[in-house]
Each structure stands twice: as C-alpha cells, then as structure tokens.
C-alpha cells in the first residue's frame, strides 16, 4: 500500500535521521551494482511508482550518474549518452561549457567567448609541393600573430623559432630564428606569411617539396 503525505517529514529528535539513502533510495537518488540495474530502474512500473526522473540520481557501485534525458522512455533511460558522470569519475568534455570534440595529443583548450573549445597548437605537416605550401592557416579576425617552435625535416634538418606579424591593415612581418642546417639542398627552403583570401593569414614553405614541419604554435 503506497502512502502520501501532504508535506514534508521531519524528525523531532536530532539523533535520529527521516530517511537513509545509504540504506536503499530516495525518489530521484538510487543505489545499485551495475548499468544494467539502473537500466531496470521503472521499466515495469513506471506510471505507478513513478521511480524514474528527469535530474535522478544513480550511484553504480562507488561512480555517480546523473540522468539529463529529454523525457523518461525505455530507449531514453538505457542511453547511456543521457547519464552524465558526477564528480572526478567524469571527464572534462561532459561539463556544458567544454567542447572536447576532435581533440588530439597536444591540443589545448581555449575560452572562445561563449565556452571552451580546442585549439589545434600541435603542427605535424608533410609538404608536398615546392610552390608556395600551407603550414598553418588561421583567421584574422581572430587571431593577427603567432610564434612556432618548429624542426623541418628533409634533405637537410634545422630547428628554430618563427614569429610572424600583421598590424592589420597591410604589413605582415616574419622573423626566422634557427639553428644551423644539417645536410644541404641546393635549394633550400624558406618561409613566407601571406593574408589569404583577405580573411586568413597562411605560414607557407617555399621549396619545401618532401619536407616535414613540425611545430608547436602559439597563435596571439
């Protein structure tokens, strides 16, 4: 027999507590061993005991989830892209602000205004044409200079820094800081920065056919 009260319970005596969740559940807080458990929670009753919510809490074993479906239906609640993870068991792109999507080995993130999201800081580029080569590309209209730590790697190797400029109107500046060539190449490869398409500024390897570039790039 299923009993309601008008209000909520409360205990006189500060000793002694109302309800344990510890020791079984609470409307919207759950206890169980596994996902297939909390996959079960309501599925045969849930119009009479109304055991599933929209915000329910479910502890599987030690790890929390919390259920963020659009509405409580079998194929909603067993869809496990609708349980998100509570505290250090989860991971940094199930946080509403954080968009993970794509993100590889040295990424980081960046604040965009509205929320976080990957910047591609890592360069792994093999060039395959002598005739002026895109490294690196980024709009202007967010960022007007950038600093690569780079090694280019081909008939010959060098390491160095690139810092490259525009004031925003028609100047671009680029300064290449490296350390002496290993090998030769009778053409040896250079870099250049352009504004491309009026939108982008564009690293480009001239005589670079068969060379890799790889950097690190800090874009300001």
């Given at each position: 027999?299923?009993?309601?009260?008008?209000?909520?319970?409360?205990?006189?005596?500060?000793?002694?507590?109302?309800?344990?969740?510890?020791?079984?559940?609470?409307?919207?807080?759950?206890?169980?061993?596994?996902?297939?458990?909390?996959?079960?929670?309501?599925?045969?009753?849930?119009?009479?005991?109304?055991?599933?919510?929209?915000?329910?809490?479910?502890?599987?074993?030690?790890?929390?989830?919390?259920?963020?479906?659009?509405?409580?239906?079998?194929?909603?609640?067993?869809?496990?892209?609708?349980?998100?993870?509570?505290?250090?068991?989860?991971?940094?792109?199930?946080?509403?602000?954080?968009?993970?999507?794509?993100?590889?080995?040295?990424?980081?993130?960046?604040?965009?205004?509205?929320?976080?999201?990957?910047?591609?800081?890592?360069?792994?580029?093999?060039?395959t044409?002598?005739?002026?080569?895109?490294?690196?590309?980024?709009?202007?209209?967010?960022?007007?200079?950038?600093?690569?730590?780079?090694?280019?790697?081909?008939?010959?190797s060098?390491a160095?820094?690139?810092?490259?400029?525009?004031?925003?109107?028609?100047?671009?500046?680029?300064?290449?800081?490296?350390?002496?060539?290993?090998?030769?190449d009778?053409?040896?490869?250079?870099?250049?920065?352009v504004?491309?398409?009026?939108?982008?500024?564009?690293?480009?390897?001239?005589?670079?056919?068969?060379?890799?570039?790889?950097?690190?790039?800090?874009?300001?």
């Open positions: 027999m299923a009993i309601k009260f008008p209000d909520s319970i409360t205990q006189n005596n500060a000793n002694y507590i109302t309800v344990s969740a510890t020791d079984g559940d609470v409307q919207g807080i759950y206890f169980v061993d596994t996902i297939a458990e909390r996959d079960a929670i309501g599925n045969e009753d849930t119009s009479l005991d109304n055991h599933r919510a929209l915000g329910t809490v479910v502890f599987v074993g030690t790890a929390g989830y919390v259920y963020s479906g659009l509405s409580v239906s079998d194929a909603n609640w067993i869809n496990a892209s609708n349980w998100s993870t509570l505290g250090s068991a989860g991971t940094l792109g199930q946080l509403a602000d954080v968009d993970t999507t794509g993100i590889a080995a040295g990424d980081v993130l960046v604040y965009d205004g509205t929320g976080f999201v990957t910047n591609n800081n890592s360069l792994n580029v093999s060039v044409a002598d005739t002026p080569f895109n490294v690196d590309s980024f709009a202007i209209a967010d960022y007007q200079s950038a600093i690569y730590s780079y090694s280019l790697k081909g008939s010959y060098r160095g820094q690139i810092m490259v400029d525009y004031d925003g109107i028609t100047s671009i500046e680029l300064t290449d800081i490296s350390t002496n060539p290993i090998g030769t009778s053409t040896e490869p250079e870099f250049q920065a504004i491309s398409g009026g939108t982008h500024l564009a690293l480009q390897l001239v005589n670079g056919n068969g060379y890799s570039f790889k950097a690190q790039a800090t874009r300001i």
